[in-house]
């Protein structure tokens, strides 16, 4: 069982930059497949980016390409979410889940969740 605590969220203006930071539990942080959602008020969660086991393979949603990066530490059990260029519908709760299956895409079931972080992009 590993456990997920996300953090970095909050509060930043149109067109800044936030880091997001998942940190998981256990010894086994390199077996899992690595994703970052979002849930907006109101809305049904969305996949936002992938990264495989060993992070040599990403992944992203059309509206985040070429703004966010997605990236993995193996050494200190954690997976990164770099925002560029933040706009107003960015705004959402930031979810990281970990599956044990490989693959990289936006449809494939995840075993394990975080509690969220907040980030909200005021225009």
């Known amino acids: 069982q590993v456990q997920l605590v996300e953090s970095g969220g909050g509060l930043v203006q149109a067109g800044g930059s936030l880091r997001l930071s998942c940190a998981a539990s256990?010894?086994?942080?390199?077996?899992?497949?690595m994703g970052w959602f979002r849930q907006a008020a109101g809305k049904e969660r969305e996949f936002v980016a992938v990264?495989?086991?060993?992070?040599?393979?990403?992944y992203y949603a059309g509206s985040v390409k070429g703004r966010f990066t997605i990236s993995r530490d193996n050494a200190k059990n954690t997976v990164y979410l770099q925002m560029n260029s933040l706009k107003p519908e960015d705004t959402a709760v930031y979810y990281c889940?970990?599956?044990?299956?490989?693959?990289?895409?936006?449809?494939?079931?995840?075993?394990?969740w975080g509690q969220g972080t907040q980030v909200t992009v005021s225009s």
């Open positions: 889940a970990a599956r044990r299956s490989s693959g990289i895409g936006p449809s494939y079931d995840y075993d394990h």
């Open positions: 256990g010894r086994t942080f390199s077996t899992y497949t």
């Open positions: 990264i495989s086991k060993s992070g040599g393979s990403t």
